[in-house]
C-alpha cells in the first residue's frame, strides 16, 4: 500500500472547480460566469496595450538580469503601490509610516498580512464581512489560525447593504478585533457601503477600537476611478488608524497569473513601521524567501511612466465601461423576455460581479440545462458576458425562476 492511502480527496474548489466543469462541457452554447477574470466582447481574456507595451520595453532593456529579489521585493515597486492605493498626498506615507511589502497577488498578501498579525498582534478574532471572496475564511481560519467571526453585509431583502446590522455587528465586536473591509466592488455581492455610511463604519472602528483590514482587489474596475475606489481606504487613513491593506493587481492591470501584489501596514510611527517592515519579511522568508521579478517590473512601468500609466487609465475605464453595459445589457434582455422579477439590482452592484438572488436550485438548473456556469451562491462575472449572449442568458434566467 500507499503511504498516501489515508490521504482523503480535497473538497473541490468552488471557484476554480466551475472552470474544469466548463472546460468539459461540448456545448457550443455554454458560458463561463463562474471565475472573476476580464473577457472581451468576444470572450478572450485580455492583455493591456500598457502591459504589452512595458514587457515589450523589459525585454529590449538588455542590462536586466535574473537575480533574486529581496525578501520584501522590489522597492521602487512597492513605493508606486502604496502612492497609487493611498494617493500622492498621503501624510502616512510621507511620514514613512507605513511599511510594504511585494506579494504573491492579492491572496498573497492578505496571507503574509494574516500571519503577521497572528504573530505580532494580540487579538485573535478576524470579523469577515457575510458573504465573502470564500478564501477569506481558508486564510484567515484554517491557515493563519485566527478565530473567525462574521458581520451583517448583505440584506436580501433589499439586496443592499444591511447597513444596520453591520453597525450592530461591529459595535458588539470585542475591542481590537480585526475586521476585514473590501475596499470597492465587494465581492460577491457588488453592493459597497455609500460614502456617508463608509463614515458611519469608521466610527464604530474608531469606538470599538478595531483594526481594519482592507481588501482592494479591484482598484480602478469598480467605477473606472483609480482615486474613487481608493476614497473608503484615504478616509480611514487620513481619521489617524493602524491598518493593513492588501492589493492585487490581477483585475485592474489584467496581471492575473502573473501574481503581483502588495501588502502594507499603516503604524503610528516611522521607527514601528521599520519594524513591522522586518516581520512581514521574516514572514516571507519561510514561506517562498522572496517574490517572483516580471510582474512587479511591469507594474512599475505602467505606474512610473506617463504614457503607460495615460493609456492603463483609459484602458482601465474601458473594462469598467463594459461590464456595466452588460449590467444593461443584461437587465434590458429580462425585461425583454418578460422574466418576473425586479432586476434592479443588476445595474444597482458594481464592480466585477453580479449577485443574482438565483437560488442554488436555481443556479443547478441555469448550468445543468443551459450551460451557464457560475457559483452556486448566485454570483455571476459581469465580464464573461457579451452582448451577443445576453438574451439567451436572460432566457436560461426566466427558465430557472419560473
Ligand atoms: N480579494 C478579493 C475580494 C478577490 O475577489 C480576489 C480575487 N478573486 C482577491 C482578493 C485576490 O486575488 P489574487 O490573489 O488573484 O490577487
Known amino acids: 500500500g500507499s503511504v498516501w492511502a489515508g490521504v482523503p480527496q480535497a473538497p473541490p474548489d468552488g471557484i476554480l472547480g466551475i472552470t474544469e466543469a466548463f472546460k468539459a462541457d461540448g456545448d457550443s452554447r455554454k458560458l463561463n460566469l463562474g471565475v472573476g477574470a476580464y473577457r ?22 538588455g542590462s536586466r538580469n535574473k537575480e533574486y529579489q529581496p525578501m520584501g521585493g522590489d522597492a521602487t515597486f512597492c513605493q508606486l503601490s502604496r502612492r497609487l492605493a493611498f494617493g500622492a498626498e498621503c501624510p502616512a506615507s510621507a511620514a514613512g509610516r507605513i511599511a510594504t511589502v511585494q506579494t504573491l497577488s492579492g491572496t498573497g498578501a492578505l496571507r503574509v498580512g494574516a500571519e503577521f498579525l497572528k504573530k505580532h498582534y494580540a487579538v485573535k478574532v478576524v470579523y469577515l464581512p457575510d458573504p465573502t471572496w470564500a478564501n477569506h475564511g481558508n486564510i484567515f481560519g484554517n491557515a493563519a489560525g485566527l478565530e473567525l467571526r462574521k458581520y451583517r453585509y448583505f440584506d ?38 455609500t460614502p456617508e455610511q463608509w463614515q458611519g463604519i469608521l466610527r464604530v472602528v474608531q469606538q470599538r477600537r478595531l483594526l481594519p483590514f482592507f481588501d482592494s482587489a479591484y482598484q480602478g474596475f469598480a467605477s473606472g476611478d483609480l482615486d474613487k475606489d481608493a476614497a473608503a481606504l484615504r478616509m480611514f487613513t487620513s481619521a489617524g488608524l493602524e ?16 501574481r503581483v501584489g502588495a501588502i502594507s501596514v499603516v503604524s503610528h510611527c516611522a ?18 524567501s522572496s517574490p517572483p521579478i516580471h510582474g512587479a517590473a511591469i507594474v512599475v512601468k ?12 483609459q484602458e482601465l475605464a474601458g473594462m469598467s465601461r463594459r461590464i456595466q453595459a452588460m449590467r444593461t445589457a ?21 464592480g466585477m460581479f453580479s449577485y443574482t438572488g438565483l437560488t442554488k436550485a436555481q443556479c443547478q438548473n441555469m448550468t445543468n440545462k443551459w450551460h451557464v456556469y457560475m457559483t452556486m451562491d448566485g454570483r455571476i462575472s459581469m465580464a464573461g458576458l457579451s452582448g451577443a449572449r445576453a438574451r439567451y442568458m436572460a ?6 425562476v419560473l
Not at 168 to 188: I, K, T, Y
Not at 243 to 258: D, R, T, V
Not at 331 to 342: D, F, M, S, Y
Open 40 to 61: 472581451t466582447e468576444e470572450g478572450q481574456p485580455l492583455v493591456l496595450s500598457a502591459v504589452r507595451q512595458a514587457e515589450q520595453r523589459l525585454v529590449a532593456d
Open 156 to 193: 436580501s431583502q433589499t439586496r443592499g447593504l444591511d447597513y444596520q446590522g453591520l453597525l450592530s455587528d461591529l459595535g458588539a465586536a470585542p475591542e481590537g478585533a480585526v475586521v476585514v473591509l473590501h475596499a470597492c466592488a465587494h465581492n460577491p455581492t457588488g453592493v459597497d457601503p
Open 395 to 400: 432566457e436560461a434566467i426566466k427558465d430557472s
Open 271 to 288: 521607527d514601528a513601521a521599520k519594524r513591522v517592515h522586518s516581520q512581514l519579511c521574516a514572514v516571507v522568508r519561510p514561506m517562498y
Open 302 to 313: 505602467v505606474l512610473s511612466d506617463p504614457q503607460l500609466f495615460g493609456l492603463w487609465r
Open 330 to 350: 443584461l437587465k434590458q434582455a429580462l425585461i425583454e423576455v418578460r422574466c418576473p422579477g425586479n432586476w434592479d439590482h443588476i445595474t444597482a452592484q458594481i
Open 243 to 258: 491598518l493593513l491593506l492588501a492589493q492585487s493587481y490581477a483585475k485592474n492591470m489584467g496581471l492575473y497569473g502573473e
